[in-house]
């Protein structure tokens, strides 16, 4: 048994040395399935600098444009949403009051299609947003989004010179969880409660095959310890499903929070050959079950948390926004549903 680990372990290492010369900023996102139902999705925000975050409150009833150029798409959101922006051009991260949870990461292997004027665009600042405003489950999410209502368009990167690549993920309150990358220009959709676990590169079924290596070895035997996607992975993986499936929130919460920072990259920690992996800068997590929405900043001593049940998501309730300041340095503690206050809306990065 020891010689076939020493093997597959051996095989690992080969596999995995064939994408060490990829580069992509590290984010990770995990989804724990426990006991009586309960889910919670965890997701870590790595970035080389300052990603300007903020956290808003978008109701229901806003109108928007998918900011893609003149044969845009064009909705009204149905549902309300809590956000974490993006240089507060965009939606990274966020879940809504149905519950449903999206989170971008990057994929430099990310190939978007043409633009057509036959098919409506959407900015990829708004391709979170969209699922958020619209759907209240992934598979419904899923139902509409096979059917491609519209293409993703990517722009630069604030700040850079470099185009946005990034893939997406959703889950929700009954578990189910779904990656959708676009590959060589078409849209790729895993979709089922398996997909517990995405970071970056490569690409996701390429992920899942190298995983593969590290499930034969056993997470108690060994686990792959740098920041790269492949190694954060396979940790993710292991240990989201190796923590206690407890029936105490505050204990399947605390678990949760446990991969996540396990699954990060310390501040200031850079990889010399890898200069695109980045420190973790801040991290969320969503109680689907309990409609609870926590914020964690590296740079500040508190973990602090946005309880959805208590937001109003009319239209009356209007756009509000937690500045979270410059690096997120902030500081908050608790509950900070009463702390938002009347904001206008950003406006999403568009073409």
């Known amino acids: 048994m020891r010689i076939r680990a020493v093997r597959v372990l051996a095989t690992a290492a080969l596999v995995a040395a064939s994408f060490a010369g990829v580069h992509a900023d590290a984010c990770t996102r995990a989804v724990y399935l426990g006991a009586n139902g309960d889910v919670i ?8 600098v ?3 975050t903020n956290l808003w409150i978008l109701p229901r009833g806003s109108v928007r444009s998918g900011q893609g150029g003149p044969h845009s798409v064009e909705w009204t959101s149905k549902y309300g949403s809590v956000i974490a922006s993006g240089y507060d051009v965009s939606t990274t991260d966020g879940m809504n009051e149905k519950g449903l949870a999206t989170q971008l990461l990057w994929l430099v292997e990310s190939q978007y299609p043409e633009p057509r004027e036959d098919t409506p665009a959407l900015a990829i600042s708004l391709w979170a947003q969209y699922v958020l405003d619209n759907f209240a489950t992934v598979a419904e999410a899923v139902a509409a989004l096979e059917k491609e209502p519209f293409i993703v368009v990517t722009d630069r990167t604030p700040g850079e010179d470099r185009l946005a690549t990034l893939h997406l993920s959703m889950s929700d309150a009954t578990g189910d969880s779904a990656i959708i990358e676009y590959i060589d220009g078409r849209q790729v959709i895993h979709h089922g409660r398996q997909y517990q676990v995405m970071t970056n590169s490569p690409t996701f079924d390429q992920q899942l095959a190298l995983n593969e290596y590290w499930k034969q070895i056993g997470g108690t035997v060994m686990l792959p310890g740098t920041n790269r996607a492949s190694d954060r992975f396979a940790r993710a993986s ?12 505050v204990e399947a919460l605390a678990s949760v929070f446990g991969v996540i920072r396990n699954a990060s990259v310390p501040y200031g920690i850079t990889t010399p050959d890898q200069p695109n992996i980045s420190s973790t800068r801040w991290r969320t997590v969503a109680d689907h079950t309990r409609m609870l929405y926590f914020f964690e900043s590296a740079l500040t001593p508190n973990t602090f948390w946005v309880d959805l049940n208590r937001i109003d998501f009319s239209p009356a309730g209007g756009v509000r926004r937690l500045d979270l300041g410059p690096d997120q340095r902030n500081v908050f503690a608790g509950d900070t549903s009463d702390r938002f206050v009347p904001a206008e809306p950003f406006r999403f990065l568009g073409i």
Request: glycine fraction near 4%.
């Open 238 to 249: 292991f240990y989201v499903n190796a923590i206690p499936k407890s029936e105490d929130p």
């Open 41 to 48: 999705t965890a997701r870590s925000m790595d970035w080389k």
């Open 50 to 52: 300052d990603v300007g």
